[in-house]
T-cell receptor, first 111, second 115 residues
Framework: GQNIDQPTEMTATEGAIVQINCTYQTSGFNGLFWYQQHAGEAPTFLSYNVLDGLEEKGRFSSFLSRSKGYSYLLLKELQMKDSASYLCAVRAYTGGFKTIFGAGTRLFVKA | NAGVTQTPKFRILKIGQSMTLQCTQDMNHNYMYWYRQDPGMGLKLIYYSVGAGITDKGEVPNGYNVSRSTTEDFPLRLELAAPSQTSVYFC??????????????FGDGTRLSIL
């Protein structure tokens, strides 16, 4: 089966940098997504990694190491509006392509 | 550009009642998904569809049924509502192909309470 682990909660200060880790165990790995979800709202796409390395998109970057089953999301220059849950999702081929979501990391940004 | 549209946004059901949650997308995506999200938890995949006429079970399919008669529509049916099905339900769609994947687009969710 598949297993995805993320920290439950993190707190960081406005203007700082925070790294949210995600570890996964799966066969047939075919890509990893990060989504942002504000309270009471739908998830929205942030980043996608399928090869090892770093993908940068403005203040957000995502890293993947397939051999270690590890990814992180890096948020720079934190803003209050970054307070949200961050969901790691793994796509894998298990007789068909499925995307399984982790439980999410709730990030609190304080002034 | 509507994206993924879910109806209703809120609903209260009595135990044993049935209902259908509607989902439609206008992006010509081949894949569609239904998730449930319990308070403070992640998304659990209920059912998904890789194209019209094809559906498959996700992690938590019991108590639900789906159909995909067209590319645009993917309704989720609850036949005998139970309190354990109280949750927020999200429909999503994506364009997926074997070599890669585009991100999923989510509807605004349906908040369902069963009393």
């Amino acid at each position: 089966g598949q297993n995805i682990d993320q920290p439950t909660e993190m707190t960081a200060t406005e203007g700082a940098i925070v790294q949210i880790n995600c570890t996964y165990q799966t066969s047939g790995f075919n890509g990893l997504f990060w989504y942002q979800q504000h309270a009471g709202e739908a998830p929205t796409f942030l980043s996608y990694n399928v090869l090892d390395g770093l993908e940068e998109k403005g203040r957000f970057s995502s890293f993947l190491s397939r051999s270690k089953g590890y990814s992180y999301l890096l948020l720079k220059e934190l803003q209050m509006k970054d307070s949200a849950s961050y969901l790691c999702a793994v796509r894998a081929y298990t007789g068909g392509f499925k995307t399984i979501f982790g439980a999410g990391t709730r990030l609190f940004v304080k002034a | 550009n509507a994206g993924v549209t879910q109806t209703p946004k809120f609903r209260i059901l009595k135990i044993g009642q049935s209902m259908t949650l509607q989902c439609t997308q206008d992006m010509n995506h081949n894949y569609m998904y239904w998730y449930r999200q319990d308070p403070g938890m992640g998304l659990k995949l209920i059912y998904y569809s890789v194209g019209a006429g094809i559906t498959d079970k996700g992690e938590v399919p019991n108590g639900y049924n789906v159909s995909r008669s067209t590319t645009e529509d993917f309704p989720l049916r609850l036949e005998l509502a139970a309190p354990s099905q109280t949750s927020v339900y999200f429909c999503a769609s994506s364009y997926s192909f074997q070599q890669g994947d585009q991100p999923q687009h989510f509807g605004d969710g349906t908040r369902l309470s069963i009393l």
